[in-house]
Protein backbone atom coordinates (compact mmCIF):
# COMPACT_ATOMS: atom_id res chain seq x y z
CA UNK A 1 0.00 0.00 0.00
CA UNK A 2 1.27 3.24 -0.92
CA UNK A 3 0.93 6.01 1.50
CA UNK A 4 -0.87 8.53 -0.99
CA UNK A 5 -2.99 11.77 -0.16
CA UNK A 6 -6.67 11.76 -0.86
CA UNK A 7 -7.93 13.52 -3.70
CA UNK A 8 -9.72 16.81 -2.23
CA UNK A 9 -13.53 17.04 -2.26
CA UNK A 10 -13.52 13.33 -0.91
CA UNK A 11 -14.26 12.07 2.57
CA UNK A 12 -11.13 10.85 3.26
CA UNK A 13 -9.59 13.90 2.43
CA UNK A 14 -11.84 16.05 4.88
CA UNK A 15 -10.81 13.39 7.77
CA UNK A 16 -7.08 13.38 6.57
CA UNK A 17 -8.11 16.89 7.32
CA UNK A 18 -9.38 16.97 10.51
CA UNK A 19 -7.41 14.74 11.98
CA UNK A 20 -3.86 17.23 10.67
CA UNK A 21 -5.98 20.24 12.25
CA UNK A 22 -6.03 18.12 15.35
CA UNK A 23 -2.49 17.17 15.59
CA UNK A 24 -1.77 20.94 15.33
CA UNK A 25 -3.90 21.70 18.22
CA UNK A 26 -2.51 19.43 20.01
CA UNK A 27 1.04 20.51 19.43
CA UNK A 28 0.03 24.22 19.85
CA UNK A 29 -1.46 23.37 23.25
CA UNK A 30 1.58 21.04 24.19
CA UNK A 31 3.85 24.17 23.38
CA UNK A 32 1.47 26.85 25.06
CA UNK A 33 2.17 24.14 28.21
CA UNK A 34 5.34 23.76 28.10
CA UNK A 35 5.85 27.70 27.41
CA UNK A 36 3.46 28.22 30.97
CA UNK A 37 5.22 26.22 33.12
CA UNK A 38 8.69 27.13 32.14
CA UNK A 39 7.84 30.53 33.33
CA UNK A 40 6.15 29.71 36.08
CA UNK A 41 9.04 27.70 37.47
CA UNK A 42 11.58 30.79 36.41
CA UNK A 43 9.18 33.23 38.09
CA UNK A 44 9.14 30.82 41.33
CA UNK A 45 12.98 30.51 40.84
CA UNK A 46 13.52 34.04 41.19
CA UNK A 47 11.70 34.85 43.78
CA UNK A 48 13.15 31.97 45.93
CA UNK A 49 16.78 33.22 45.05
CA UNK A 50 16.05 36.98 45.82
CA UNK A 51 13.62 35.94 49.06
CA UNK A 52 17.53 33.68 49.91
CA UNK A 53 19.71 36.19 49.21
CA UNK A 54 17.59 38.85 51.30
CA UNK A 55 17.45 36.54 54.67
CA UNK A 56 20.95 35.06 54.46
CA UNK A 57 21.31 39.28 54.24
CA UNK A 58 19.14 40.18 57.22
CA UNK A 59 20.42 36.81 59.66
CA UNK A 60 23.92 37.71 59.14
CA UNK A 61 23.35 40.75 60.49
CA UNK A 62 23.41 43.53 57.80
CA UNK A 63 20.36 45.52 57.23
CA UNK A 64 20.21 47.93 55.25
CA UNK A 65 17.64 49.87 56.88
CA UNK A 66 19.58 49.75 60.08
CA UNK A 67 22.89 50.25 58.81
CA UNK A 68 20.99 53.38 57.15
CA UNK A 69 20.05 55.04 60.39
CA UNK A 70 22.36 54.02 62.42
CA UNK A 71 25.17 56.03 60.17
CA UNK A 72 22.31 58.92 60.66
CA UNK A 73 22.62 58.73 64.18
CA UNK A 74 26.24 58.72 64.37
CA UNK A 75 26.14 61.85 62.03
CA UNK A 76 23.79 63.16 63.78
CA UNK A 77 25.77 62.87 67.40
CA UNK A 78 29.16 63.57 65.99
CA UNK A 79 28.63 67.22 64.53
CA UNK A 80 28.36 70.16 66.72
CA UNK A 81 24.64 71.07 67.42
CA UNK A 82 24.25 74.61 65.07
CA UNK A 83 21.23 75.49 67.22
CA UNK A 84 20.81 76.22 70.86
CA UNK A 85 24.38 75.57 71.35
CA UNK A 86 25.15 79.19 72.56
CA UNK A 87 23.90 79.04 75.66
CA UNK A 88 25.46 76.28 77.15
CA UNK A 89 28.63 75.94 78.37
CA UNK A 90 31.59 73.99 77.00
CA UNK A 91 32.04 72.07 80.03
CA UNK A 92 28.45 70.34 79.73
CA UNK A 93 27.91 67.54 77.22
CA UNK A 94 25.28 67.35 74.79
CA UNK A 95 23.24 64.05 75.81
CA UNK A 96 22.41 61.82 72.42
CA UNK A 97 18.76 61.88 71.94
CA UNK A 98 18.10 64.47 74.75
CA UNK A 99 14.67 65.98 74.46
CA UNK A 100 14.23 69.59 74.66
CA UNK A 101 10.96 71.79 75.28
CA UNK A 102 9.51 73.05 72.83
CA UNK A 103 6.96 76.16 73.45
CA UNK A 104 4.44 77.20 70.43
CA UNK A 105 1.95 79.74 70.87
CA UNK A 106 -1.11 80.38 68.40
CA UNK A 107 -1.61 83.33 66.72
Do not use: W
Not at 44 to 49: Q, R, T
Not at 65 to 80: G, K
Amino acid sequence: MSHREPRPGTDASKLHARAQARRRREAVRRRARRIRRAVAALAVALFVASFAVIYVQLASGHDPALLASASRRRAATATPSSRGGEGRSSSEPEAAGAVSAVTTSQS
